[in-house]
Structures are given as C-alpha cells and as structure tokens.
C-alpha cells in the first residue's frame, strides 16, 4: 500500500451497459467502479489502496481510459493496452496476472487459475484474491467462474459479470 499524499483523478463515463467510475494516479488507472454504481464504492476503493490520497474530478484527464472502455463495449476492443497503478500481495499479483491470460470471452475456473500459479490447492485464496481486484473488466474477473460452471463471486454484482460474460459472447461471434 502506497502512504504518499497524491492526488487520484477520477469520473464517471456512461456506456450502453451503463456509467462507470474509472480513477488513476500519474501512474496509470488504479480503480474501474462496478457498473451503475455509486461514488461511494470508488470512494471506499481508492481509500483502501491509496488512504492519503485526495480524489479530483477530472475527466478530460481519463479519457485514454475512457476510450479502450468504449472499445471495449462496442465490440472493437478485446483486451486493454493502458498504463496500470495497481496495489496488491504478491499472491494477488500472481492471481491478477493469470486473469489477463483468459481470452476473450472464455472463462476459467478458479481452481485452473490456481493450478496456472502453481498452487493448485488455493482455489479459495483465489478467490478472495479475485474479490481484492481493484481493475474489473481490464483485469478479467468476470471471466472466472465456478468449476461447476455456475457464476460466483464479482463484488457482488452476478448481474454485471453475467452481462459482460454475455457481451463478449455475442461480440466473439461478430469480430
């Protein structure tokens, strides 16, 4: 975790599923919001991972971001190429790096990706690691699911994992 007082930009961005806040420091996106959400959980977020930051509001200064989201959403973007700020364990790095791996609208188990980082027992630290990603969508999370096939997991938010899940299915076929 950082303690360095900085200033992290953020907005909110409107896309066809819905708005999503996006926030990044100098060094690149640090935190995608779940969508239709509100401010408080990109507030609560970015506290956890950066506690002596200050949030601006700044969307001009995200619209690289806000670009690849809306690629992303139209169909013409499978994977992002953005600059990355993200703060976790080792094991959470490790978990996060074999996320960005899942093609694109493919899913994995959570048992394969711990398989993947070589520790095939730690499904469940997958898991919680998975919970702990500050990047949806850009860090595919929404791609993991359970070995049975069923959704779980996603912040709560089955709905939003099920409708990108949905889109990169549909996208898959038209690209």
């Not at 599923?17 to 935190?31: H, I, K, P, V």
């Not at 969307?59 to 953005?82: A, C, E």
């Not at 694109?104 to 070589?118: D, L, V, W």
């Amino acid at each position: 975790m950082e303690n360095l007082e900085q200033n992290i930009i953020y907005g909110s961005f409107d896309y066809d599923l819905g708005s999503l806040y996006l926030a990044a420091t100098e060094n690149g996106l640090c935190f995608v919001g779940s969508l239709n959400e509100s401010l408080r959980e990109l507030e609560d977020g970015v506290t956890k991972l950066f506690p002596k930051a200050t949030l601006v509001e700044n969307t001009v200064g995200l619209q690289l971001y806000h670009q690849q989201f809306l690629d992303y959403f139209n169909g013409s973007r499978t994977t992002f190429m953005l600059p990355l700020d993200v703060k976790g364990t080792l094991f959470q790095q490790k978990v996060w790096k074999a996320l960005t791996t899942i093609p694109y609208g493919q899913t994995k188990s959570y048992g394969e990706i711990a398989a993947e980082i070589g520790q095939s027992g730690a499904f469940r630290a997958v898991g919680t690691a998975i919970g702990k990603n500050p990047l949806l969508i850009v860090v595919p999370c929404h791609r993991v699911i359970h070995k049975n096939g069923k959704l779980a997991g996603y912040r709560r938010k089955l709905d939003m994992k099920e409708t990108l899940l949905s889109l990169e299915k549909r996208q898959g076929k038209v690209c």
